[in-house]
């Protein structure tokens, strides 16, 4: 008996595959950076209350677009500090308006004990009440014998954000298989219903589909036996993307090991239980709408560059000679175009690539390369955060002994694409002063 290692690749399209002054780092000298709150140690404020909405990553239903953390920087060698949650607002991120989630203040115990791990994997709307809850990944105590307890647990959003203990996620006897965990979640409307869903590895090439909308026990709607998906062993992951536009969600799954081949596993009333096309070997997919319009476009970074194909599942192809570490999308420009923004591993830069009627433009628009890190740069997320219609970027870099920089780019209509310069950066160090 083991954990899974999948890893649930998805990308959702529903209505949101369309992503949508400066101190010497970008910081508004307007207000204080949340690197300058956390080391006066400041509280967090008050989440504003919010009456519920449709915006995405939305957990106090305010309308403003909130931002999860995790792998939070912190001195020692220490257990992860928890999740962090920095709350939207009119303008953008409030890093001031802040939430830390643990393990010991917010976990399920799982026969008396509290889990060891507690890690975001997705975020949507499980309840429909119009506010977004958080799927988190535990380590609940388990002796080997027979099938595992489900390591997902659930945080409900609130017009207070994301308050209250999680409960655990109930899985169904029909809907596992084999003693594999049932775990790596993505969200998505797969059977049309307007309810968001949950699909989860359950063994094998297999997937358990557990309907929507979900109580506050965590139990689902509905759910039915284990489906079986291409390949052997699983990797999916991401939201999830209606490719072929019939108001169905798809999923994507790929083999596990290294570049692998993908393929799609298609939505239809019943879940996703129908086959797709596959997709050539990567180590991730991205999709987008790099040339407008409806149809949808796929990014999938291997090691010999990025493969691009249009028209998903079309026959329209190109590639980008680039070697990726990850791919994210988002029309930063606000023109219905997404653009593609590319990491390369190790070198302390992001490329972003232009989306254009041809196609996505061959070389680099813009090139961002944060000041002051140590480490690769990680691009956190591209979503639109100040509600101007156009994706921001989000990156963050280690600055070395246990600190770090998030900085936020706000996207732009000029041929730049994104700012210059960061219009907020913060730390995340803040979440230790809770």
Same mark, same amino acid.
């Given at each position: 008996?083991?954990?899974?290692?999948?890893?649930?690749?998805?990308?959702?399209?529903?209505?949101?595959?369309?992503?949508?002054?400066?101190?010497?780092?970008?910081?508004?000298?307007?207000?204080?950076?949340?690197?300058?709150?956390?080391?006066?140690?400041?509280?967090?404020?008050?989440?504003?209350?919010?009456?519920?909405?449709?915006?995405?990553?939305?957990?106090?239903?305010?309308?403003?677009?909130?931002?999860?953390?995790?792998?939070?920087?912190?001195?020692?060698?220490?257990?992860?500090?928890?999740?962090?949650?920095?709350?939207?607002?009119?303008?953008?991120?409030?890093?001031?308006?802040?939430?830390?989630?643990?393990?010991?203040?917010?976990?399920?115990?799982?026969?008396?004990?509290?889990?060891?791990?507690?890690?975001?994997?997705?975020?949507?709307?499980?309840?429909?009440?119009?506010?977004?809850?958080?799927?988190?990944?535990?380590?609940?105590?388990?002796?080997?014998?027979?099938?595992?307890?489900?390591?997902?647990?659930?945080?409900?959003?609130?017009?207070?954000?994301?308050?209250?203990?999680?409960?655990?996620?109930?899985?169904?006897?029909?809907?596992?298989?084999?003693?594999?965990?049932?775990?790596?979640?993505?969200?998505?409307?797969?059977?049309?219903?307007?309810?968001?869903?949950?699909?989860?590895?359950?063994?094998?090439?297999?997937?358990?589909?557990?309907?929507?909308?979900?109580?506050?026990?965590?139990?689902?709607?509905?759910?039915?036996?284990?489906?079986?998906?291409?390949?052997?062993?699983?990797?999916?992951?991401?939201?999830?993307?209606?490719?072929?536009?019939?108001?169905?969600?798809?999923?994507?799954?790929?083999?596990?090991?290294?570049?692998?081949?993908?393929?799609?596993?298609?939505?239809?009333?019943?879940?996703?239980?129908?086959?797709?096309?596959?997709?050539?070997?990567?180590?991730?997919?991205?999709?987008?709408?790099?040339?407008?319009?409806?149809?949808?476009?796929?990014?999938?970074?291997?090691?010999?560059?990025?493969?691009?194909?249009? %028209?998903?599942? /079309?026959?329209? &192809? +190109?590639?980008?000679? @680039? *070697?990726?570490? =990850?791919? !994210?999308?988002? #029309?930063?420009?606000?023109?219905?175009?997404?653009?593609?923004?590319?990491?390369?591993?190790?070198?302390?830069?992001?490329?972003?690539?232009?989306?254009?009627?041809?196609?996505?433009?061959?070389?680099?628009?813009?090139?961002?390369?944060?000041?002051?890190?140590?480490?690769?740069?990680?691009?956190?997320?591209?979503? %639109?955060?100040? /509600?101007?219609? &156009? +994706?921001?970027?989000? @990156? *963050?870099?280690? =600055?070395? !002994?246990?600190? #770090?920089?998030?900085?936020?780019?706000?996207?732009?209509?000029?041929?730049?694409?994104?700012?210059?310069?960061?219009?907020?950066?913060?730390?995340?160090?803040?979440?230790?002063?809770?």
């Amino acid at each position: 008996m083991r954990r899974s290692g999948i890893r649930l690749l998805a990308a959702v399209v529903g209505g949101a595959l369309l992503l949508a002054g400066c101190g010497g780092d970008g910081e508004s000298p307007a207000r204080p950076t949340a690197e300058g709150l956390a080391a006066r140690g400041a509280p967090a404020k008050a989440v504003p209350h919010g009456k519920g909405s449709e915006v995405p990553d939305d957990f106090n239903g305010d309308g403003a677009r909130d931002l999860v953390l995790d792998d939070l920087a912190h001195q020692g060698h220490g257990d992860d500090p928890g999740i962090g949650i920095v709350y939207g607002g009119r303008a953008g991120l409030v890093p001031d308006t802040r939430h830390l989630l643990t393990a010991r203040a917010d976990g399920a115990r799982t026969k008396g004990e509290l889990p060891a791990a507690f890690e975001s994997e997705a975020a949507c709307d499980l309840d429909g009440d119009g506010f977004t809850d958080l799927v988190v990944s535990t380590d609940p105590p388990y002796d080997g014998q027979g099938q595992p307890p489900v390591p997902l647990q659930l945080l409900f959003g609130s017009p207070k954000g994301l308050t209250g203990t999680a409960v655990k996620l109930q899985v169904p006897a029909r809907a596992r298989l084999g003693n594999d965990w049932p775990d790596q979640p993505v969200c998505g409307d797969f059977d049309g219903d307007g309810a968001q869903d949950l699909v989860l590895h359950a063994s094998g090439a297999h997937l358990s589909f557990l309907r929507g909308p979900f109580t506050h026990r965590g139990e689902p709607r509905a759910a039915a036996a284990p489906l079986a998906a291409p390949g052997n062993e699983l990797v999916t992951g991401g939201p999830a993307v209606d490719v072929n536009r019939d108001g169905y969600d798809d999923l994507v799954v790929r083999e596990e090991a290294g570049a692998s081949r993908g393929g799609l596993v298609l939505g239809g009333p019943e879940g996703p239980r129908r086959t797709g096309a596959l997709l050539p070997a990567g180590t991730d997919t991205a999709f987008g709408t790099f040339r407008g319009g409806r149809a949808v476009d796929a990014a999938l970074p291997g090691p010999r560059g990025i493969a691009l194909r249009y %028209d998903v599942p /079309g026959t329209a &192809r +190109a590639s980008l000679a @680039v *070697r990726a570490a =990850t791919v !994210r999308t988002g #029309d930063l420009d606000g023109d219905g175009r997404s653009e593609l923004v590319v990491t390369g591993g190790g070198s302390g830069e992001v490329w972003i690539y232009r989306g254009r009627a041809a196609g996505l433009a061959a070389n680099a628009t813009a090139t961002l390369v944060p000041a002051g890190g140590s480490g690769p740069v990680q691009v956190l997320k591209v979503a %639109d955060f100040d /509600g101007d219609r &156009r +994706a921001d970027v989000v @990156v *963050r870099t280690s =600055t070395g !002994r246990g600190t #770090d920089r998030v900085r936020v780019y706000r996207g732009v209509r000029n041929g730049d694409l994104v700012e210059r310069k960061p219009g907020l950066t913060f730390s995340t160090t803040m979440f230790a002063s809770r």
